[in-house]
């Protein structure tokens, strides 16, 4: 008989525990006994001035933290280190920007600010050090691992297996691996995965194979197996539910690790609607508060570039006006954010000339048509500063994919795949593809290739800390050997 089902929970567990929640206690109790100890140290005195800002940290800390998993990673310590320096870090840049907007700069001692700063991510560091050292010999002590079995072979299952086995924090110990009834999963070996880099696979051994599919039961068995992980392609998805029932007769815990990273994935996430379980392969990573974040950062920042460039920008205009006839701006037609059309605004560098056929030809070294003044507007990158304008509209950002020309994006996509992902996201007057030196002429269609590989990439990891080091990196990238 049947049991009857229950209006289905959350599909999604957030995993929490006593030590992470602890964790997180010990970083906030630190600083802000750090920073009254460094307040009173350097100022004789609390003032309520000082309470707010430490209020604030906390808030600070509590908000970032979690955006960056800090509590919630399981990673090595350089990795975790690196994390924390960076979530600490955008801490200080939002009391910053608090401190700013509301001009209360001036009430606070920059050595208490500087020494707070520095030592608060030392305190911060030694606590998640000293605490990770106690996990682990208590985990040692405590703790019998239990053994784990995979089902499959191919790429996925190599990687769940090194990865398991090399974190002691899971509690587990992988016995093996097992091979699928259908030589689909070898095939599916060959597949090149885009998740990951290519020098992760590299360094993964050969998976341990202890048995057929048909084996199953008897070495679960045989090597008293817990927990039991199904790293198979889904065209095999069929098999978990043939041996689901079997299992649990089995006592044993079972998960399903789907092997979609074959494919191109665009911010992909795990989420549920109304308690069913949604696998997102693609999306935008601007969605509620994200996307609030990144329309203030924008707004803010480039309304204060363009308050300090006004004048710059005066004088470009005239000379682009006295050197040949002609507009001063250059308008085009561009496809941003969702393949929505607008018109991108720069300098004009060319003389006016009507484009062959109504196609539009890439500059190129030495182009005939870039007049004198386009020619160092274009080596220096100001030719762009109009479009400040468009990140004030709306239309662009200061960080993303760099715009095409509607004619480029209608070509490349015929020979790229998944080229148009690359508009999950609003345009940027910068982006990881230039920093990288990825600019310029694309005379080939490889070159395109790396352009749109990084834009994805910058999709699919952007957060507030990596808009702000490209833009620092903007600085150094605006002249390179290919600005032209």
């Known amino acids: 008989m049947a049991l ?3 209006p289905p929970r959350s599909i999604l567990k957030r995993r929490g525990s006593i030590s992470t929640a602890l964790q997180a206690v010990l970083d906030g109790v630190a600083v802000m006994v750090l920073g009254y100890v460094l307040i009173d140290r ?14 604030l ?14 509590y919630r990673s399981n990673s090595g310590f350089a990795r975790k ?47 998640h050090f000293s605490f990770r050292q106690i996990q682990l010999r208590v985990m040692s002590r405590a703790v019998q691992p239990e053994n784990v079995l995979i089902v499959g072979t191919g790429r996925l299952a190599k990687y769940l297996q090194d990865k398991v086995s090399n974190n002691p924090w899971l509690g587990q110990r992988v016995v093996g691996c097992i091979t699928l009834p259908t030589a689909d999963d070898v095939a ?3 597949v090149p995965s885009r998740l990951y880099d290519t020098s992760d696979f590299a360094k993964l051994k050969d998976a341990h194979v202890v048995g057929e599919f048909d084996d199953m039961m008897a070495l679960i068995d045989r090597f008293e197996v817990r927990t039991v992980y199904f790293a198979i392609p889904l065209s095999q998805s069929s098999l978990i539910e043939d041996m689901y029932f079997r299992l649990l007769d089995k006592h044993v815990a079972v998960h399903w690790v789907p092997d979609i990273f074959s494919m191109l994935l665009v911010n992909h996430s795990v989420r549920e609607i109304a308690g069913l379980p949604v696998l997102t392969l693609s999306e935008t990573p601007l969605t509620g508060t994200r996307l609030l974040v990144k329309a203030a950062e924008d707004f803010v920042l480039s309304a204060f570039i363009l308050l300090l460039v006004s004048p710059l920008m005066l004088l470009i205009a005239l000379a682009v006006k006295l050197d040949s006839p002609g507009p001063v701006f250059f308008k085009q037609a561009r496809n941003g954010w969702s393949g929505k059309t607008f018109s991108i605004w720069k300098f004009r560098s060319m003389y006016v000339h009507q484009p062959e056929a109504g196609q539009v030809k890439q500059a ?10 386009g020619a160092f507007l274009r080596r220096t990158s100001l030719d ?9 509209g709306g239309s662009m950002s200061l960080v993303g994919p760099r715009p095409h020309a509607v004619q480029h994006d209608a070509e490349y996509s015929k020979r790229i795949d998944s080229y148009f992902a690359r508009h999950n996201i609003k345009p940027g ?35 507030l800390w990596l808009d702000f080091t490209i833009l620092l990196r903007t600085v150094g990238a605006l002249t390179g050997r290919n600005a032209y």
């Open 4 to 6: 009857t089902q229950r």
């Open 42 to 55: 350097y100022t004789g005195q609390v003032t309520s001035e000082y309470l707010v800002l430490l209020l």
């Open 57 to 70: 940290l906390l808030v600070g800390m509590v908000l970032v933290y979690d955006h960056f998993g800090l």
């Open 81 to 127: 280190a690196l994390t924390l320096f960076k979530a600490w870090t955008l801490v200080f840049a939002f009391l910053l920007a608090v401190g700013f907007a509301v001009k209360q700069t001036d009430f606070f001692s920059r050595v208490v600010l500087g020494q707070l700063y520095l030592t608060g991510y030392g305190v911060q560091l030694l606590l």
């Open 188 to 190: 599916h070996e060959n």
């Open 364 to 373: 190129t070294r030495n182009d005939p048509r870039v007049t004198r003044v």
């Open 384 to 392: 762009e500063l109009p479009q400040l304008l468009n990140v004030l």
């Open 429 to 463: 007057i910068t982006g990881l593809a230039q920093v990288r030196g990825l600019r310029g002429e694309t005379s080939t269609v490889e070159q395109m290739q790396q352009r749109v590989e990084a834009d994805i990439e910058y999709i699919n990891n952007w957060s």
